[in-house]
């Protein structure tokens, strides 16, 4: 059972906006900032979203994320065929001091 | 450009051991911190290790502590992932990544290691 909540799938069709979750606690996303990844079939994960807003360079602008206390979302808009893929959320973690990760999200596009 | 190059990873017996290496490129390897983590066939992603850029500092999960050794060579610009006492459970993808939960994260390709008789 992972330390971080995620949805274990969602799905939408091309064009839709969806947004996945993450759950956490005060050690973790409470206090410290979020990545997100995305992992291709077969593929390593890429960052995504870092700090729990920022997008690295070459990451679509309709990639976006935010946290609300110790709950974080990754929203994706104008969804395409290609962002089928696993997405996992990540952050240090005071209590256990190391990194946890989300149970990962399964993202179908209709 | 970043690269991560993870040594190939193998079949282990249960109780074995295993060295990983992780060759790091395109960046100033000793200033960032370096995990390990791995991947079950079919499941998440779970962090394993992590060491501070000079070395000082490790951390592990409670899964592999006393079993696993991280280090690093910053004068090779390489991290190792030394382990023992193996289990089926320790079987998975293993990833070597840099920045893990910050603005520079980068993850290697990744290494199979499988743990079986």
């Known amino acids: 059972q992972s330390v971080l909540t995620q949805p274990p799938s969602a799905s939408g069709t091309p064009g839709q906006r969806v947004t996945i979750s993450c759950s956490g606690s005060?050690?973790?996303?409470?206090?410290?900032?979020v990545n997100w990844y995305q992992q291709l079939p077969g593929t390593a994960p890429k960052l995504l979203i870092h700090?729990?807003?920022q997008r690295p360079s070459g990451v679509p602008d309709r990639f976006s994320g935010s946290r609300s206390g110790t709950s974080a979302s990754l929203a994706i808009s104008g969804l395409q065929s290609e962002d089928e893929a696993d997405y996992h959320c990540?952050?240090?973690?005071?209590?256990?001091?190391?990194?946890?990760f989300g149970g990962g999200t399964k993202l179908t596009v209709l | 450009e970043v690269q991560l190059l993870e040594s190939r990873g193998g079949l282990v017996q249960p109780g074995g051991s295993l060295r990983l290496s992780c060759a790091a490129s395109?960046?100033?390897?000793?200033?960032?911190?370096m995990n390990w983590v791995r991947q079950a066939a079919g499941k998440g992603l779970e962090w394993v290790s992590g060491?501070?850029?000079?070395?000082?500092?490790?951390h592990y999960a409670d899964s592999v502590k006393g079993r696993f050794t991280i280090s690093r060579d910053n004068s090779k610009n390489t991290v190792y992932l030394q382990m023992s006492s193996l289990r089926a459970e320790d079987t998975a993808i293993y990833y070597c990544?840099?920045?893990?939960?910050?603005?520079?994260?980068?993850w290697g390709q990744g290494t199979l290691v499988t743990v079986s008789s």
């Open positions: 990544a840099k920045d893990l939960v910050a603005g520079a994260a980068y």
């Open positions: 395109g960046f100033t390897f000793s200033s960032y911190a």
């Open positions: 060491i501070s850029e000079s070395g000082d500092t490790t």
């Open positions: 005060s050690s973790n996303i409470g206090s410290h900032t």
């Open positions: 700090s729990h807003n």
């Open positions: 990540a952050a240090w973690d005071d209590s256990l001091n190391g990194v946890v």
